[in-house]
């Protein structure tokens, strides 16, 4: 500013050529908040009047009541408040809504100092003014006016504006400085001489310097520093929006670009270290230039982590302006927050920002504001109390969520239900709800939505003939729709009370229909062809997007369409879920009349957005139409991976290779039909393709194995030897996560220990198990037994364990056909060698006691655990075919609680029937159950001890779980008895299941296998 002034003053003809005609220059010195003065400078020095202000019209442009629609940029809030500072003052500084709209803009910032000094002035005088005497300036001298008449001064500034008594003292001391200048400088002109100038200057800084020495010792309160620092960071951050020039911006990056450039390693070293201010100063330059910074997510999650466990401790205030990154801080360090629970900005912070966090910060957060509640304050919150706390409340850890009293839970059931409560909170609000209030209003069960279906049968059953139980039903048929797990004999208390309606179906009205849109699936095709069309057509709009099975949704398309001669490709647009109906003659007709591309297109999407899988013979149909049609080629691209995987390997050999490439695309977007083809063909199919694209010869590369996505680990055994090592040993972790049959997992196994990947066995180390993880399992037993124990800790062993389990729960993991028994097999063998166990090799059994199905690894296995009535789910989970061993009596000691331990029980196929019969009982011993209390969990979890299950035992199963389970079971080949079939066979053709064989379709008895059993 100093030299801007005397570059006025000595070298006036170009400032006035070059500053004051050049309008562009001119705004580029505004942007700097200092530089205010030039407008009056000019005006001076061009003789364009001391009210002209180079165009700036305070009337006309400080129109301070738009600004709380739109805030002005910094240079005109500078301009309003230098040149209409009475008019700035009464309407932003002493309007409190005002002031806070305009200091949201951190670049504002510095107006709520100056108005908070101009305030705290305007309270001491008037607090001074006891005798009740006017606020005059007679009452109260004006320095400054005297100064510059003891001076004998004559400048442009408004002395009367100057000593209002709510000036700041900031301003008085501009005002003088500037008044200063206008006189001095001219007279100076031409006698100042260079060395005269270099004083001028010198003098000018040491000004400065001796006004942050002041203040630095609490001597004024002119706030120089915030000043020099806010028009540092609004100088730069407007030189480098409007600077092109790199070179000469890279310059003045140095002050503060320097911390973002810091080699990561050392970033939290450094930053650790710097002293407050600065820390602040780098939180704002990032907060205004963040966008061109282009920073790493690793920086930004240091810069937090550090922000969160160092300075947010020497200051809080931090906080506010770390909001915007909040959503990078790692839970860990959530947790180490200060207790700032009772700062209603810092809450209001947290409530409007925890929408856009994941999970577990969300769950850090709530752990946090945990902290500062006990059962005392929570119950003296009121009913109001979660509405107080806001989102952080749903995020509570269970703890203390579960001591919020039913009147809070009601009142703040809309805080509740915009937050992702989870399962066991939604569980929780519901029965506090239910469970204390007998009379709610139909307003709260709106309220309550799909928490309704947490409610128990008998609290719904009371609202029966109410106003509120139609909601009630609307609420149970959203959570239907939306795939919600509502008990069976729910759905048939609330909506098949009246059992007479469903017996006859023919009777039922069309808005009756319509309020069973939902739950028309659980009433199976037999219910759907009683129904006629004039019942049907009236409801359509309702039915067109409930999840029909095939044959349901083939029953009404017949019944739909029954009248219509000619089926339009609009009509079948709109029929929804009930498209998939179509029969194979009318989809013909309909793909015979596309006259275009466009129009088979259409088709195609109607059947590829369908929320169930297509029938086999419908996909079989629509793909013989469109092989026959002009535009199949076309079309090849937006088939999907479902239709398109249907077409016959021998018409995909045909395939050129853009059209082989196209399938490849598919099949990469939508892995999962690929997985659920038949071994065969995706064999045959993964051949073809590496022929067409040329991937069958010389290294197989990384990029070439990405391309095929889900299939790279399905081409044939001698392409995959070539599998780039480098690959392998930089990318190990994606490459666990694909399906490996046998061949391949033993190819795996090879490549582990070759010298130019991780070399021999015994020289692993613990971060080689770390990089190897669950292909571990692909090793053979011999090799196995060469990893050093030391390395191979039962910690290590539970995390590999834990790493498989969650692999085989995911995608790829769940369709994978890979071998169960060789997998389980290692595990055990795992298990016992690494456990501490007696040493394997020396294991003394007598041959002849050794059972001819049974290895020695196996029978040591009996031996390791103690006790078996001692044996813990975890190590039940591990036995496998091991206990088949166990006597009658063992068996029926062992503690079967847990799904855990049931499942890999039933996953043994080589049970006797006595050991089946004892199993089964065994577990009904320990869970405290009768069988129809099982559910479809847990008859899945049993796999083969269904055969356990007594003929009459298996009538009095709930034949809603059973049929939800035997879409597992019916995978097994099970060993039941005849009379335990037909047991399963009358269970299954129950009403409130799929009916009376004779309705069943193709896809119930695929559904059911009752082929297989």
Same mark, same amino acid.
């Given at each position: ?6 570059? +006025? ?23 700097? %908040? ?101 606020? !005059? ?14 001076? @004998? ?40 001489? !260079? ?31 915030? @000043? ?14 409007? $600077? ?42 990032? @907060? ?162 799909? %928490? ?48 007479? $309606? ?25 219910? =759907? ?49 009930? +498209? ?25 999407? /109607? ?67 690929? %997985?659920?083809?038949?071994?065969? *063909? ?5 051949? *073809? ?53 046998? &061949? ?21 180390? &613990?971060? !080689? ?12 037993? *011999? ?52 456990? #501490? ?8 059994? &007598? ?9 020695? /690894? ?24 091991? +206990? ?10 062992? *503690? ?19 050991? =089946? ?24 979890? %049993?796999?083969?001890?269904?055969? #356990? ?20 079971? #019916? ?16 269970? =299954?053709?129950?009403? =409130? ?21």
């Amino acid at each position: 500013m100093t030299d801007l002034a005397l570059c +006025a003053d000595l070298d006036t003809a170009n400032f006035i050529h070059k500053v004051c005609g050049n309008v562009t220059v001119l705004q580029n010195l505004l942007a700097n %908040l200092d530089n205010t003065w030039l407008l009056k400078q000019c005006s001076n020095l061009t003789g364009s009047g001391k009210d002209n202000l180079m165009g700036f019209k305070p009337s006309e442009q400080c129109r301070y009541t738009d600004w709380m629609v739109t805030l002005p940029d910094a240079s005109l809030l500078a301009l309003c408040w230098d040149y209409d500072q009475a008019n700035f003052i009464s309407s932003i500084c002493l309007k409190p809504a005002a002031l806070s709209h305009i200091v949201q803009y951190p670049a504002n910032l510095w107006v709520s100092a100056l108005c908070a000094t101009c305030f705290n002035n305007t309270r001491g005088t008037l607090s001074n003014n006891t005798d009740g005497q006017s606020n !005059t300036t007679e009452a109260h001298p004006c320095l400054v006016k005297e100064m510059i008449v003891r001076l @004998n001064w004559s400048c442009s500034i408004d002395l009367n504006t100057i000593c209002q008594p709510g000036i700041s003292q900031v301003q008085v001391v501009q005002a003088f400085l500037r008044c200063g200048g206008e006189v001095l400088l001219p007279r100076m002109e031409k006698t100042m001489t !260079t060395e005269v100038a270099s004083m001028v200057k010198q003098a000018t800084s040491l000004w400065v310097i001796l006004l942050i020495v002041l203040e630095e010792n609490q001597m004024t309160t002119l706030k120089v520093i915030d @000043n020099i620092r806010q028009s540092v960071l609004d100088s730069v951050s407007v030189f480098l929006k409007e $600077e092109t020039s790199f070179s000469k911006k890279q310059v003045l990056l140095q002050c503060f670009a320097q911390y973002f450039q810091i080699p990561l390693a050392r970033l939290r070293a450094v930053l650790s270290s710097v002293d407050m201010n600065t820390m602040r100063l780098i939180l704002h330059y990032y @907060n205004r230039n963040h966008e061109n910074l282009q920073l790493t997510e690793d920086y930004l999650r240091t810069l937090v982590s550090v922000l969160i466990k160092t300075h947010l401790r020497r200051d809080e205030a931090l906080l506010l302006d770390l909001s915007p990154l909040l959503r990078l801080a790692k839970p860990e360090d959530i947790n180490t927050l200060p207790p700032l629970q009772n700062n209603l900005i810092v809450l209001n912070l947290m409530n409007d920002t925890i929408s856009s966090l994941s999970v577990a910060q969300r769950q850090a957060f709530g752990s946090w504001f945990g902290r500062s509640l006990d059962v005392v304050n929570m119950t003296a919150g009121g009913p109001s109390f979660i509405r107080d706390c806001g989102n952080l409340i749903a995020y509570l850890p269970f703890r203390s969520f579960q001591h919020l009293s039913p009147a809070q839970v009601l009142n703040g059931l809309d805080v509740l239900l915009r937050n992702e409560l989870g399962a066991v909170k939604q569980q929780f609000v519901a029965q506090r709800v239910f469970g204390v209030y007998k009379n709610l209003t139909t307003d709260d069960f709106r309220r309550l939505s799909t %928490l309704t279906c947490q409610a128990s049968m008998s609290d719904l059953l009371a609202y029966v003939n109410t106003s509120a139980f139609p909601v009630i039903q609307e609420n149970i048929r959203t959570c239907v729709a939306q795939g919600t797990y509502v008990p069976s004999n729910m759905i048939s208390s609330l909506f098949y009370s009246n059992g007479s $309606e469903l017996h006859s179906p023919a009777a039922l009205s069309s808005e009756k229909i319509s309020q069973l849109a939902q739950l028309l699936p659980r009433l199976g095709a037999g219910f =759907l062809q009683q129904l006629n069309q004039s019942q049907l057509v009236p409801a359509f709009s309702a039915l067109t997007s409930v999840r029909f099975t095939p044959t349901q949704a083939k029953t009404l398309f017949n019944k739909i369409t029954s009248s219509e001669s000619d089926l339009t490709t609009q009509r079948f647009r709109s029929l929804g879920t009930v +498209a998939q109906g179509v029969s194979c003659n009318i989809l013909s007709k309909l793909f015979q009349s596309s006259v275009s591309a466009s129009s088979g297109r259409d088709l195609l999407q /109607v059947l590829r957005q369908q929320p169930v899988p297509l029938h086999p013979s419908l996909k079989r149909c629509l793909m013989d139409e469109m092989y026959k049609s002009n535009f199949f080629t076309e079309l090849l691209g937006e088939m999907g991976a479902q239709i398109a995987l249907s077409i016959p390997i021998s018409t995909i050999k045909k395939f050129s290779p853009v059209m082989m490439d196209s399938l490849r695309k598919m099949v990469v977007l939508e892995p999962q039909y690929f %997985l659920l083809m038949p071994r065969i *063909k995706q064999s045959m199919l993964v051949e *073809k393709m590496v022929q067409s694209l040329g991937l069958n010869t010389g290294l197989y590369t990384e990029e070439e194995f990405r391309s095929l996505g889900v299939m790279a680990t399905f081409v044939m055994d001698t392409v995959f030897q070539q599998l780039d090592r480098r690959f392998l040993v930089d990318s190990i972790e994606f490459l666990q996560g694909f399906c490996y049959n046998s &061949s391949k997992g033993d190819i795996v196994a090879a490549m582990l220990q070759e010298d130019d990947t991780f070399g021999p066995v015994q020289n692993w180390n &613990s971060t !080689t198990l770390i990089q190897v993880d669950r292909f571990l399992f692909f090793l053979p037993q *011999k090799i196995i037994q060469q990893i050093p124990p030391a390395v191979m800790s039962l910690e290590r062993l539970e995390r590999l364990f834990s790493r498989q389990q969650q692999w085989e729960s995911r995608d790829v993991g769940t369709l994978c056909q890979s071998d169960p028994e060789t997998l389980l097999s290692r595990k055990q063998f795992m298990f016992q060698y690494f456990s #501490g166990s007696p040493n394997l090799e020396r294991a003394s059994l &007598s041959a002849s006691s050794t059972p001819p199905s049974c290895d020695s /690894v196996q029978l040591t296995g009996l031996t390791v655990y103690g006790a078996v009535s001692s044996f813990t789910p975890s190590v039940i989970a591990q036995l496998g075919r091991i +206990a088949t061993q166990l006597s009658l009596d063992e068996l029926a000691s062992l *503690k079967l609680s847990e799904i855990l331990s049931i499942a890999p029980l039933g996953a043994v196929s080589t049970w006797t029937r006595k050991q =089946l019969g004892v199993l089964f009982s065994t577990i009904l011993n320990t869970t405290k159950q009768t069988p129809r209390q099982l559910n479809s969990s847990s008859l899945v979890a %049993l796999g083969h001890i269904v055969c #356990g299950i007594e003929a009459p035992v298996i009538d009095t199963l709930n034949p809603v779980e059973f049929s939800k389970a035997v879409l597992w079971l #019916g995978r097994l080949n099970l060993s039941c008895s005849e009379d335990q079939l037909q047991a399963v066979v009358s269970l =299954l053709s129950t009403s =409130l299941v799929f009916g009376p064989i004779s309705t069943w379709g193709p896809e119930g008895v695929s559904r059911d296998r009752i082929i297989r059993w």
